[in-house]
């Protein structure tokens, strides 16, 4: 009895092995993104570090209990989660690439646009309306951009593609 839970430990933490060696580095640069701290030189953003040493912790944990579920949405979901639970620390800009960003936008274009979730599955994941994603997404992205916090509105009094 006891080789063969010693089996399965060792085929547990193989297969997690081999899931944190495909996946581990898309999921720090996410996290990354994330804490919006600058990730020059790779891995000496400490913050992203322990966010992603938690999610992948809670995910090992739950190991056994994926039962065909995708690790890598999960553990994301659950990166997700702790930023949002832990985003009043992450207000301060450190410049990173989106310092300029609050947090709710940072995970919305993360999720979005970096990770390409579905809006639905993006809105499922933070509890809020499709078209919230949606307008915080848009607003998110204009001003990364640097064109404000909303994006340019279009003329309707022109049909669209004429000139101004």
């Known amino acids: 009895m006891r080789e063969r ?4 430990l060792r085929r547990r933490a193989q297969e997690f092995e081999a899931f944190v060696a495909g996946a581990a580095g898309r999921l720090l640069h996410t996290a990354t993104l994330l804490t919006a701290e600058p990730a020059d030189p790779p891995g000496a953003n400490e913050r992203a570090l322990r966010l992603l040493t938690a999610a992948l912790a809670r995910t090992y944990a739950d190991w056994d209990r994926l039962h065909g579920e995708d690790p890598y949405n999960r553990t994301r979901q659950d990166l997700a989660t702790r930023f949002a639970r832990q985003a009043w ?3 301060r800009p450190r410049g990173g690439q989106l310092d300029r960003l ?9 999720l979005r646009l970096y990770e390409g979730a579905p809006e639905e599955q993006t809105a499922a994941l933070l509890g809020m309306p499709v078209e919230r994603v949606r307008v915080v997404c848009i607003g998110g992205a204009a001003r990364f951009r640097g064109t404000g916090t909303r994006p340019p509105r279009r003329d309707r009094t022109r049909p669209l593609g004429t000139a101004p």
């Open 89 to 91: 620390r992450h207000r």
């Open 5 to 8: 839970h010693a089996v399965r």
């Open 102 to 110: 609050t947090p709710q936008e940072r995970l919305v274009l993360v």
